[in-house]
């Protein structure tokens, strides 16, 4: 496994190991077929195929540091997968921090196909494009949650934008049954590109270039194309971390600025 120097280096190459990956697919999507049947797949998918990517040696897989059980350990770092809810990780993370360097990998679809499955005939419908576009801006309602570790300078992140098929049930509230819907499961087909954070200060990342030197809510929203909501969680994070500061009001919004 490479240590964390290592993937930096590698990652600011623009190196991505496309191959790698597509045989982390096959190993763990295989392997679900081989034991559901076909059109059947295992629970979790997305989170075994990244921890096979990250680290095809299973041995450095499931240890156990402390009270915790890490996704990945080696010699001089563990690494997390982690595909929501970042507010399940946070006590884990104080743990592992005070030892160790930790890298979150946290999958972004920035392309996602949809299926729906009937529960009662197990049919699976024909995949269809969601029109939804992610972007590395959609970490901050996950970021938000362990808000007060990102100083942590033994905490990285790499955020992992994929192309992936999302399998849903058809048991939503709505007249089509899709609104409300429960999730089974994301397969991931490609990966895209891969944004490490190393420090506070590669945060920068998340202002677009777009941005005027001095701007609100409303141009963060526009520039990122955030609602305003998941834009104020944004600058919330930004402004702790100390990448952006509050500089004046216009009207009712705060000003900001770069620091």
């Not at 048991?171 to 397969?187: L, P, Q």
């Not at 526009?222 to 100390?242: C, D, E, F, M, P």
Request: net charge positive; charged share 30%.
């Amino acid at each position: 496994m490479l240590v964390f120097n290592e993937i930096k280096g590698i990652i600011d190459n623009m190196t991505i190991d496309k191959q790698r990956f597509d045989d982390a697919c096959d190993t763990i999507i295989g392997k679900n077929r081989e034991k559901c049947g076909i059109g059947t797949l295992g629970e979790k998918t997305l989170h075994a195929v990244l921890k096979q990517y990250f680290e095809p040696q299973t041995e450095k897989h499931e240890i156990k540091i402390g009270r915790y059980v890490a996704d990945i350990v080696s010699e001089n770092e563990i690494i997390e997968i982690q595909t929501q809810g970042f507010n399940n990780l946070r006590k884990k993370l104080e743990s592992f921090l005070d030892c160790m360097e930790v890298t979150v990998v946290y999958p972004i679809p920035k392309t996602k196909w949809l299926c729906w499955i009937d529960e009662k005939t197990g049919e699976i419908t024909k995949k269809r494009k969601s029109p939804k576009v992610g972007t590395i801006y959609n970490a901050f309602y996950e970021l938000y949650k362990i808000k007060h570790l990102l100083t942590n300078p033994n905490l990285h992140f790499c955020f992992v934008m994929l192309e992936l098929t999302e399998y849903r049930f058809l048991n939503g509230w709505s007249t089509d049954k899709k609104r409300g819907s429960s999730r089974y499961d994301r397969v991931p087909n490609n990966i895209i590109e891969e944004i490490y954070i190393y420090s506070t200060d590669d945060y920068i990342k998340f202002l677009p270039e777009n941005l005027p030197p001095r701007f609100t809510t409303k141009d963060y929203a526009k520039a990122t194309k955030l609602n305003i909501k998941s834009s104020q969680t944004a600058l919330n994070v930004l402004h702790y971390i100390g990448i952006v500061k509050r500089v004046g009001k216009t009207g009712h919004m705060h000003l900001y600025e770069k620091s």
